[in-house]
RNA sequence: GCUCGUAUAGUGUAGUGGCCCAUCAUAAAGGACUCUCAUUCCUUUGACCCGGGUUCAAAUCCCGGUACGAGCACCA
């Protein structure tokens, strides 16, 4: 039984897709099962968007391949929490601090037991009811779990695991929630007790959360219960993007320096399926990275090379011209052509160019050759803006080049990400049937999706 | 500062004491094929952080050093 447990304030990015991937190929492989649980307990410092859970479920079946088997909300089981709460309180391996941030600091600093470790669980009682009756206010008090102040690890002295939250003033995002509950669990006291709750067997997780597992083991150990088995991955850096967060890309987003979590600019699940990375690349990708707990920096190239592997077999050949020159053809006598869509696929069929108008475009670059073939047209002699026809069979090594007719053909746009720039090039598009969203190769150009009738959008080379 | 962790070719990764003059992928270079600067195929280059120790035997175990990273939030 593993999970993987997101924050929805926002869609998932490319890091995200390494959690569930990994978990959800490990669930696979050993016939076990998969929970998605939106870790939804902070209103404040990064809320949930509300928008974000289906979106997730989406993304989270796409890059899977299959369901998670079960979804858990971490905001339908406040009450759940609380019982435990209790349970801590009456074991006395818990209880209510009215030290700020910073007292607490020194204390641990020091080793010192805080002041209110000494209370007695009836009188932790009249305080925890102090905290969900509203009588303490945000900052006024939390409640700790008691593990020991000289301890070794600074991480582990008297965690916290519940504070209060001004849910007037930023309720939580999900109607039936709201303004309902103003304590909340934090992140080691929620997730340990619902792995527990859930019959959670392992976790592999970030190695950022090492202390997470050791604070969550000394919690199920003063609940008597048996910690997951546990793996960490490192930090993962892509050398074209640098450092994002998903809190970033929400402000930049709402700033209106991206369209959208889908930009094409943006690392995100969106972003990149809509560029044209396709799940199984993806999968491929996470999973040969594997389990490590090194830091890693990869480049894209070896993304694109898994996603090359997925979509070139299928992928239909289409020319684009980048800046287009027109050209007139001379002695050729077909009112039309056809060329196969995929050289080594011969199933996905054939096009048809239509030549009753002896006009085509070819890229301007290609213009600098006096002699140029005609990719599955035939030789041609340059002299000017005018071709004339000499074979079409080969006839020497003069350069093979792609081109459009004018007839079959319509203006185009080709929308590159450059350094993070989005860039739009012009051109001419072979005229085509091609469903939208498909992955097709521009001929001498590269992969790109095909976004609208007549915007593709690069994917890479 | 305290605590924890990691260290194999350019980049990733396999390897848990002898099958290792170290696997695979990717990148780079060269070549074959090809009516694309694609795909496919072949070849080449290229690595066990440093120093000690244990052992008949160490990439693998131990100690120290160094480098890098993470945690010490009333974020996740």
């Known amino acids: 039984m593993l999970r993987f447990a997101p924050n929805p304030n926002g869609p998932l990015s490319f890091g995200h897709a390494r959690g569930i991937i990994i978990n959800g190929e490990y669930a696979r492989e050993y016939d076990g099962e998969l929970i998605l649980r939106f870790d939804d307990t902070d209103t404040t410092v990064k809320p949930p968007l509300v928008e974000a859970y289906d979106i997730i479920q989406h993304e989270s079946e796409w890059l899977l391949g299959f369901k998670p088997h079960r979804v858990v909300i971490a905001s339908d089981r406040i009450e759940e929490y609380y019982r435990h ?144 088995e546990t793996m960490y991955w490192g930090r993962v850096k892509v050398h074209e993007w640098g450092g994002f967060s998903t809190s970033q890309m929400r402000k930049d987003i ?119 073939r005609l990719k599955e047209f035939g030789d041609f002699d340059i002299d000017g803006k005018v071709a004339t026809f000499v074979s079409k069979k080969r006839t020497d090594k003069r350069k093979i080049i792609h081109w459009v007719s004018q007839n079959s053909s319509d203006s185009a746009e080709l929308e590159i990400v450059k350094d993070g720039e989005l860039i739009s090039i012009e051109g001419r598009l072979e005229s085509h049937q091609i469903k939208l969203g498909t992955s097709v190769q521009l001929e001498r150009i590269g992969y790109g999706i095909v976004a609208e009738k007549n915007k593709v959008i690069f994917t890479h080379n």
């Open 85 to 228: 709460v209790d349970l801590m309180i009456d074991g006395d391996f818990g209880y209510v601090c009215q030290c700020s941030a910073e007292e607490f600091r020194e204390f641990r600093v020091s080793k010192t037991n805080c002041p209110c470790r000494k209370y007695e669980v009836n009188y932790n009682k009249q305080l925890w009811n102090k905290m969900l009756d509203g009588t303490f206010k945000p900052g006024d008090a939390v409640v700790r779990v008691k593990t020991d102040m000289t301890l070794k690890n600074p991480a582990l002295r008297d965690w916290p695991a519940l504070r209060i939250q001004d849910t007037i003033s930023n309720p939580h995002p999900r109607e039936n929630i709201g303004s309902k509950y103003r304590v909340w669990p934090l992140l080691d006291f929620q997730s340990a007790v619902e792995d527990h709750l859930q019959g959670v067997t392992h976790i592999i997780r970030g190695k950022d959360l090492m202390d997470s597992t050791r604070k969550q083991t000394l919690l199920y150990g003063h609940f008597g219960w048996e910690y997951p």
């Open 254 to 372: 709402e700033d209106g320096k991206f369209s959208g979590w889908a930009d094409p600019r943006l690392p995100t699940i969106a972003g990149l399926s809509g560029t044209g990375i396709q799940a199984s690349a993806l999968r491929n990708f996470w999973i040969e990275l594997g389990v490590t707990q090194k830091d890693i920096a990869v480049p894209l190239a070896t993304l694109y090379s898994h996603n090359i592997k997925v979509i070139d077999d299928n992928a239909p050949r289409v020319a684009f011209i980048r800046d287009p020159v027109e050209i007139k053809l001379e002695g050729i006598n077909e009112a039309n052509i056809t060329i196969p869509t995929h050289p080594n696929n011969a199933e996905i069929g054939s096009r048809v160019i239509d030549l009753g108008n002896p006009i085509v475009y070819i890229e301007r670059e290609d213009l600098q050759h006096s002699a140029l």
